[in-house]
């Protein structure tokens, strides 16, 4: 008997793929209306999804640009923290009452018709008096090694870091403390409150992200003007100026790596968008304000930061842009590669040597794609400020440390330096990077020393 054999069918799938056609051909009415309905609402949400993962995948996807397991799991012991007693010092803190003049009405300008009173001095004088046990805990506080407010990894955008911002606060009262006891002759005594608020500083710039370290740049600003006018009066003695600068140049050892509060700044945009509720309350505050799309979509807000795939759609673009940032934000600043971009979201060009994954996305693109990110126009920070500041903060310190130098020489040897290369050897191992050996002195000599 003969076995007939089946013709295959090379073209199966094709056919597949063609019967929802046969089957629109073949019927006829409303059964072909009903049918045609159907392949439309199967078609726009596979047409729907393609078209969100297309968008994606314009987007390079890379790794994070540190070890963010090792960032995150830094400790500090309670007795080398300096968080622990600025807590206990806050504590103790007491505000100024509202019938006191009070920190802003103490610099204030008075109106015209007003004359001016010492009514603010008193007060101030009591607001001190009332806090001394709080500045004696604050001291103890500068003298820690280290410093940690919040664990990166329990750091969000919208965590409250009172304790840092009452440093401040604690600035103001070592500079009363520290004009008082000048007044009195206590120069060591006042070297220690200017000395607290310097070394409070660097502590500010421990506790991580970028208002931190701000914090730390103000602090420091507000310091190294005090210290050189302690310096440059005639009571403070020349072991207590040689103190100085040895403290000034060990602080200067200890610079933190402008990378280290970026790197906050990332862990702390990373702990937003894995937490599924608050990143979605933040992408809703920004879709508020530009509605077109959400207004069409069935599911407004929900349904847009879904077609927009946020938040992995900010991930990846943050991600691009900390890749970028972390590596160059450390080179000194004459050998960063020029910046490109706007002030809101700015990028290093390109160096001789540029690290892998720096550039895969030209800044235009990034910008151009951040702005239809709602997350990521929120959290990216505007970095060029914050770099600038950290630049200004390490060239205030080597001009602090310069002048300190030259005021002993001056002390020491009748004499102003000719040059500042006279500093180097006695006084200073070396110029700072911003300083030449044949620059003049930055202090200015009083009258009295240049006459016969």
Known sequence: MTQTTQPSRPFGLLHVVLFPAYLLERSSGRQRFFLLLLYVLIAIPILLLGWREARLMEIPRVGDPFDVRKYTAREVADERNAFVFYRRASEKMKALQPTSAGLASASATPRPATPRTNRAQPDMSQWLDDNREALELWLIATQCPDALDVKPADLR???????????????????????????????????????????????????????????????????????????DDARTSTSLLRTALEDAKAFQRTWVPNSFSFQQEYVTAMNLMNDPKEAAKLEDEALRGDQQLADFLPMGAK?????????????????????????????????????????????????QHPPRDAHLMPPEELERQVRKAPLARQILPAVSQCLNAMDRERLRHDGLVVTLAELLYRREKGSPPKTLGDLVGTYLDELPPEFGPMDPPLTVVPTSETQP
Request: with cysteine.
């Open 157 to 231: 955008i919208d965590t409250q870091m009172t304790i840092l911002q009452q440093l401040r606060e604690f600035a103001r009262l070592a500079k009363l403390e520290a004009d008082r006891l000048e007044a009195e002759g206590d120069m060591a005594g006042a070297y220690r409150m200017h000395q607290g608020t310097l070394r409070s500083s660097r502590h500010a710039t421990l506790s991580g992200p970028l208002i931190a370290h701000l914090v730390g740049v103000n602090l420091h600003g507000q310091a190294a003007g005090a210290i050189e006018n302690w310096a």
């Open 303 to 351: 349904g847009t930061r879904w077609l927009l795939h946020e938040p992995e759609r900010s991930r990846r673009l943050y991600r691009l842009w900390a890749t970028n940032w972390l590596a160059y934000c450390d080179l000194p600043r004459d050998e960063r590669p020029g910046q490109t971009g706007t002030a809101a979201l700015s990028q290093f060009k390109p160096g």
